[in-house]
């Protein structure tokens, strides 16, 4: 019951995320009914995983909408509180995806504050000041909410949480890369690829203008395309659909932005 539940949360993540991106209900469904199928056909290794990509939608959504508050006004340090929050459990639920995660944000909170309203007023010195003090107060959330449930919650403990982050480093040694000629060689390099294609096409928008580097709509794509890259470090982890599945649902927001993204919705 609860598996289910989570991914159908999960799914409307992904629909959210994607109208945000897409501004268009109709192909903002797509990414949607992809994420509902794969859940469906494909599992997840454990409900830990689940969780886990839950947490990581839920402070996309966030950071989101913490984007779309400092196209108007100063970016406020309040609203990066929940970012760090989801983040903070995920130290606790998946300590290897946290590993993934925590400079991804960082580096988002970092260059948000230097791309805010203010920011944009700021000598170049000060707004990196900025851009670290944001990035220093996520990672001072996300380490405030591990401590708070290791001293309160008896079965973890900061040594659990560690080891769970130094544990899969010891796997990547070993990892050899699958073939793509076939079926799941080819679905295991889709996700890198599309986020590749979508990098390169945001880096041509925004050198053609038809997209500004101190909008919205260019960091919440260049998130995504963080996101889908930096959970590509899971599916290394196994050679199975199940380790793919993480990269394939946040790879999904990526494919209407290569195919029917077009000069008029930037």
Same mark, same amino acid.
């Given at each position: 019951m609860l598996e289910s539940i989570l991914s159908i949360l999960i799914s409307l993540a992904i629909l959210y995320l994607s109208i945000q991106l897409s501004r268009k209900q109709g192909i903002a =469904?797509?990414?949607? =009914?992809?994420s509902i199928l794969a859940q469906f056909f494909i599992g997840y290794e454990n409900i830990s995983v689940q969780i886990g990509i839950f947490l990581i939608f839920l402070s996309a959504i966030y950071i989101f909408i913490y984007y779309y508050k400092?196209?108007?006004k100063n970016s406020s340090y309040k609203g990066i509180i929940p970012i760090g929050i989801c983040l903070g459990f995920l130290g606790i639920m998946r300590q290897d995806m946290i590993t993934y995660m925590w400079g991804l944000f960082f580096w988002a909170m970092f260059w948000a504050g230097m791309a805010d309203v203010e920011g944009l007023r700021l000598s170049l010195f000060e707004r990196t000041i900025k851009g670290f003090?944001?990035?220093i107060f996520l990672t001072l959330i996300i380490i405030l909410i591990i401590l708070l449930i290791c001293l309160f919650y008896p079965l973890i403990s900061i040594e659990y949480v560690l080891d769970g982050i130094i544990a899969p480093f010891s796997k990547?040694?070993?990892i050899i890369l699958p073939s793509p000629k076939n079926i799941y060689g080819l679905l295991f390099y889709l996700p890198v690829s599309l986020a590749i294609t979508s990098l390169i096409i945001l880096i041509y928008k925004n050198r053609k203008r038809f997209i500004r580097a101190n909008t919205p709509l260019f960091w919440k794509e260049m998130l995504i395309i963080n996101l889908t890259l930096n959970i590509f470090n899971y599916s290394l982890l196994g050679d199975s659909l199940i380790y793919l599945l993480p990269s394939i649902l946040f790879s999904s927001l990526l494919i209407f932005n290569i195919i029917f993204r077009d000069k008029k919705n930037i």
């Amino acid at each position: 019951m609860l598996e289910s539940i989570l991914s159908i949360l999960i799914s409307l993540a992904i629909l959210y995320l994607s109208i945000q991106l897409s501004r268009k209900q109709g192909i903002a =469904l797509i990414p949607f =009914l992809i994420s509902i199928l794969a859940q469906f056909f494909i599992g997840y290794e454990n409900i830990s995983v689940q969780i886990g990509i839950f947490l990581i939608f839920l402070s996309a959504i966030y950071i989101f909408i913490y984007y779309y508050k400092m196209s108007a006004k100063n970016s406020s340090y309040k609203g990066i509180i929940p970012i760090g929050i989801c983040l903070g459990f995920l130290g606790i639920m998946r300590q290897d995806m946290i590993t993934y995660m925590w400079g991804l944000f960082f580096w988002a909170m970092f260059w948000a504050g230097m791309a805010d309203v203010e920011g944009l007023r700021l000598s170049l010195f000060e707004r990196t000041i900025k851009g670290f003090k944001q990035g220093i107060f996520l990672t001072l959330i996300i380490i405030l909410i591990i401590l708070l449930i290791c001293l309160f919650y008896p079965l973890i403990s900061i040594e659990y949480v560690l080891d769970g982050i130094i544990a899969p480093f010891s796997k990547y040694g070993k990892i050899i890369l699958p073939s793509p000629k076939n079926i799941y060689g080819l679905l295991f390099y889709l996700p890198v690829s599309l986020a590749i294609t979508s990098l390169i096409i945001l880096i041509y928008k925004n050198r053609k203008r038809f997209i500004r580097a101190n909008t919205p709509l260019f960091w919440k794509e260049m998130l995504i395309i963080n996101l889908t890259l930096n959970i590509f470090n899971y599916s290394l982890l196994g050679d199975s659909l199940i380790y793919l599945l993480p990269s394939i649902l946040f790879s999904s927001l990526l494919i209407f932005n290569i195919i029917f993204r077009d000069k008029k919705n930037i």
